[in-house]
């Protein structure tokens, strides 16, 4: 699960920088700051294969946060929002959102294939 988490750290850095770059709004790199962070711990769960399933967990966890903040703030305000932050709020829901269906299928799938019966 660490590449893939790698995949979505880098689609969630270039969404950020590029609304950064298209607006110069520092809050538009939101999404880069939640794909740094995914990129340290999926490159540390690559490098320390004991502590992966922690680091990978702890990396779920910002994708969760990563699929709240951005839906807290279509809830609150979408109506006011302008159309670069309105995509950019969507694709961060979307592309946390995914990620971290897929590191809960996984989960269930390496808990089952622990469990014996």
Not at 33 to 44: H, K, Q
Not at 77 to 96: F, H, W
Request: proline content about 6%; aromatic content about 6%; hydrophobic content about 60%.
């Amino acid at each position: 699960m660490p590449k893939p988490t790698l995949v979505f750290a880098a689609l969630l850095i270039a969404l950020g920088v590029g609304a950064f770059a298209l607006s110069g709004s520092p809050t538009s790199l939101l999404p880069a700051y939640f794909g740094g962070v995914l990129a340290v711990l999926a490159g540390l769960a690559l490098a320390y294969a004991g502590a992966r399933r922690h680091l990978m967990h702890a990396a779920a966890v910002v994708a969760l946060l990563g699929a709240l903040a951005p839906t807290a703030a279509l809830v609150i305000r979408a109506s006011k929002m302008s159309p670069l932050a309105l995509g950019v709020n969507v694709s961060m829901l979307a592309l946390s959102a995914a990620l971290l269906a897929m590191m809960v299928r996984s989960f269930v799938v390496a808990r089952r294939s622990r469990t014996p019966g």
